[in-house]
């Protein structure tokens, strides 16, 4: 069979990939999207609390402006994001917003019928633009009708496995069919990655399972650095127990966190910006509580909404108040939610410029998978919906523009074959298998690993066991076993497939965050407390090698504000 062939060819169905999609098919070029689940079941669709932008549209935020939200995104990066990066995220923000709600999303109103908007933590500005607390589900759905209205070629259940390279130039992908366990050879003069994040590498995480980090891998693999993986965002808000997400937008409104004596904690850690706070500080102070002993039993603190009253928290927090009584039997409106913290987003990625550009030329990445950086070693709430739409759009229009002017048509089958035979007979000989160690042991291994030694603190002498117990779990994966060996629908081989590349970014995290000898955002060393600007105001860069990564390290493009302490 003669392979397959699009010009741009798009991987993921989430909001950053038919972001792009919809702009290189609006280029008049032709797209394919290839996505390892239906669109509206990637991440993006989970996404809660809202998408920032300085549109000045709440009261209290009218003097809100583009620079004021780039001023906070450094600020919340403790200095490591990029600051003309930063910059171009909220210049574009406005536009790419209401883009969305002319497309038809249903974003919730102010009272003069303008888009409404929440405080959020880390922001000096009510800046967050939602639809209740379901804000992906809305913006997801929206660019979906988008993608069918153009008739844009979706195949949904495909995975990718790998990228084709010829000469330093990026020419297509090896992608399996998982209806029937086929693999199969894809030609493009440009790939665009819109992969999402790699929190499953943790355990206690708010992601969902598919979040595993392929895209990072893959790219890796190609020989496309891999940018400030060690920075890990930990959520303050989790639901005690299962980790799936209580929105910020829960703070937004007025919520108030309290350890097991009643007291509002945040008094002590944040007191301008109490609750407010980024989401590093909030969490950090949050697990500090509970190992000193002000949680409640178990190792909790309680999200307490009972004085925001039964009208708000129907009309602002649905989804919020479903999901505490459907998983933990407790109605918000009358009795506060039990809350931990738990790993949620990725800041590091594949290293990119504000075009979705990388090393390799012709391959391009988008939203969490990429690291641009404009998140540097903390994220705000609500940039990383907007980083989907802006660094979307971005990178469709530079890879439609580079594929018009340098496209080279379909690649020879020869080398789409000879990359084909060899992802196959990987994938093959996994297949058959049966060595003595289970792929489910290393897994759980691997994520309580790296939770408990390169988590919220961190030092020396955790992330050292991590990096060891890590290269033991690769050494154990060469002797794994599959427990299924079918062609059809085979989600076992494809998750014990992706466990080897989760644990090659569990290497990446564990040795860049311990190589890393200063605290800086999510980045928190017991051993070395303070930023070390003078050392450390850099991008680590994780190259892949035979023997494990590489690193060496990026300077940081610091155009506008000078790092200062952060206070809040
Ligand atoms: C519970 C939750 C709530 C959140 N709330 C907010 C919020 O309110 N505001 C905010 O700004 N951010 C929020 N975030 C973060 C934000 O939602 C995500 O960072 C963002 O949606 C990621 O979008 P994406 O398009 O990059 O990737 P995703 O939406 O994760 O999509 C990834 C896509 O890639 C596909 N894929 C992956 N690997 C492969 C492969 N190898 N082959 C083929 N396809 C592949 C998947 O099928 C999927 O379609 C939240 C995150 C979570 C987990």
Known sequence: ???????????????????????????????????????????????????????????????????????????GSDFLADQPAAITMTADAPKRIIEMEHWGCPFSRTSDGKIAQRPFGGAGYPRTCYAADKTGHALLHTMYEQAVKRNIKVYEEWTVLSLVVENGVCRGVIALDLRDGDIHPIGADAVIFGTGGTGRVYGRSTNSIIVTGSGMAIAYQ??????????????????????????????????????????????????????????????????????????????????????????????????????????????????????????????????????????????????????????????????????????GQRAGAHASQYVKGNGRGRPSEDLLFDKLHEVRGRWERLRAADGPEDPAAIRDEMKATMIEKVGIFRDAQKMTDAVETVKRLQDRYQKVHVNYRGRRFNLDLLRTFELGMKLQLAEVIARGALDRKESRGSHARTDYKDRDDANWLKHTMAHHTPGGPRFDYKPVEITKWQPEARRY
């Open 222 to 391: 190609a020989g496309v650095p891999l940018k400030d993986l060690e920075f890990i965002q930990f959520h303050p808000t989790s639901l005690f127990g299962n980790n799936v997400l209580i929105t910020e937008a829960a703070r937004g409104e007025g919520g108030y966190l309290r350890n097991v004596n009643g007291d509002r904690f945040m008094e002590k850690y944040a007191p301008k910006a109490m609750e407010l706070g980024p989401r590093d500080i909030v969490a950090r102070s949050i697990q500090t509580e509970i190992n000193e002993g002000r949680g409640f039993p178990g190792g909790y603190v309680a999200l307490d909404l009972t004085h925001l009253g039964a009208q708000k928290i129907l009309e602002r927090l649905p989804a919020i108040r479903d999901i505490s009584i459907n998983f933990v039997g407790i109605d918000p409106i009358e009795k506060p939610i039990p809350i931990q913290p738990g790993q949620h987003y990725t800041m590091g990625g594949i290293d990119t410029d504000v075009d979705g550009a990388t090393t390799l030329k012709g391959f391009y990445a988008a939203g969490e998978c990429a690291c641009v950086s404009v998140h540097g070693a903390n994220r705000l709430g609500g940039n990383s919906l907007l980083e989907t739409i802006v660094f």
């Open 1 to 75: 069979m003669p392979s397959m062939y699009h010009q741009v060819l798009i991987v993921g169905g989430g909001l950053a990939a038919l972001r792009a999609a919809i702009e290189a098919k609006d280029a008049g070029l032709g797209v394919a999207v290839f996505t390892r689940v239906h669109p509206v079941r990637s991440h993006s669709v989970a996404a809660q609390g809202g998408v920032n932008g300085a549109l000045a549209n709440a009261e209290k935020g009218a003097d809100d402006t583009i620079e004021k939200h780039a001023f906070d995104t450094v600020k």
